[in-house]
């Protein structure tokens, strides 16, 4: 990382991936507004960060124009992180799923270029392959969505890049598969698959996967999307913008075999939690198959370097689950 400071604006910064960023990037020095609704967002995700004079959180929503521009005041760079996750959230209610996603997308994203904010780095989705069979997933060949969500997903890269062209703000879309770890919320109808089968584990409650467990995923430890947000801010390569990179280690686990490594991880810690059974329920509308993506562009253009392999990371998430949430 350069050694000037810079301002960076983090929306959803009370989030899983947001408040990551919001702490790595204030350890590093820069100045940091952080905006955040708590939608999704938990306020004890940044609290230890608050009294840092380089911390700023607004609390306001990026579908209120007026927050959006108050957030950017300055800002060198923006991190977009802040959405409504979940593709069955998105299909039980797609309405608000496109006014956060779109609408409040295209608000940052209008406030930003008006500000004169260099670089607009957003969180963009593996959900955009949609129905496209070919594996890996390379950056430049998508199928159809297969869910709102996944609609509103590709919308953003869609105006990313006319904006880009069309206004000269350099814009970067990092397309998360599966991204897990530390802060990563385990309650709620819409929690991630990782830290839900953790606490169902530490409750000694049997865990329930969609289908036969046979569908796969990248599955992508936070300081792996950390390092590519650091590595999108700065990258000077005229390539590294106005594009896309898949965000991921680029290897792929089915549920089968995350279940039993989870299943393993715990019991070092409580024995009991290898004797609980696994339950197997429907297949969920909306999921793609498999997905494993390819992170050539990235390991090319970016320099990028994922440090944290799939078990590396279930590791470090199952210790600081335990230490925190048991």
């Given at each position: 990382m350069q050694s000037s400071k810079f301002k960076i604006t983090i929306t959803g910064g009370a989030g899983f991936i947001g408040s990551n960023l919001c702490e790595y990037f204030l350890e590093k020095g820069h100045e940091i507004v952080c905006l955040d609704n708590f939608a999704t967002g938990h306020r004890h995700n940044i609290e230890h960060l608050l009294p840092n004079n380089n911390f700023t959180l607004i609390e306001g929503d990026i579908r209120n124009y007026t927050d959006c521009q108050k957030a950017v005041i300055g800002a060198d760079y923006v991190l977009h992180q802040a959405a409504l996750g979940s593709v069955p959230r998105s299909i039980a209610d797609p309405i608000t799923s496109n006014d956060v996603n779109v609408s409040g997308f295209l608000n940052m994203l209008s406030a930003s270029k008006e500000a004169g904010v260099k670089r607009f780095i957003y969180a963009a989705s593996s959900s955009t392959y949609g129905d496209s069979e070919s594996?890996?997933?390379v950056?430049?060949?998508?199928?159809?969505?297969?869910?709102?969500?996944?609609i509103t997903k590709y919308v953003n890269e869609l105006y990313a890049d006319i904006f880009s062209k069309t206004y000269g703000i350099e814009t970067i879309g990092l397309r998360y598969f599966n991204v897990f770890g530390r802060k990563q919320d385990p309650n709620g109808a819409?929690?991630?698959?990782?830290p839900k089968f953790v606490m169902q584990f530490m409750k000694h409650e049997s865990p329930v996967i969609n289908g036969d467990g046979n569908y796969s995923r990248d599955f992508t430890y936070i300081?792996?999307?950390?390092?590519?947000?650091?590595?999108?801010?700065?990258s000077q390569k005229t390539e590294a913008v106005n594009t896309v990179f898949n965000t991921a280690y680029g290897d792929r686990t089915t549920l089968n075999d995350l279940i039993q490594y989870l299943q393993k991880s715990l019991a070092t810690f409580d024995p009991k939690i290898a004797e609980v059974k696994i339950i197997y329920g429907p297949?969920?509308?909306g999921d793609i198959p498999h997905s494993l993506a390819s992170i050539d562009k990235a390991k090319e253009i970016l320099g990028y370097n994922p440090k944290f392999s799939l078990q590396q990371g279930l590791n470090e998430a199952v210790k600081?689950?335990?230490?925190?949430?048991k």
């Open positions: 594996l890996p997933k950056e430049e060949v998508i199928g159809k969505p297969l869910s709102p969500y996944a819409y929690a991630a698959v990782i300081d792996n999307v950390i390092q590519m947000n650091e590595l999108a801010m700065t297949n969920r509308a600081w689950y335990w230490e925190n949430l």
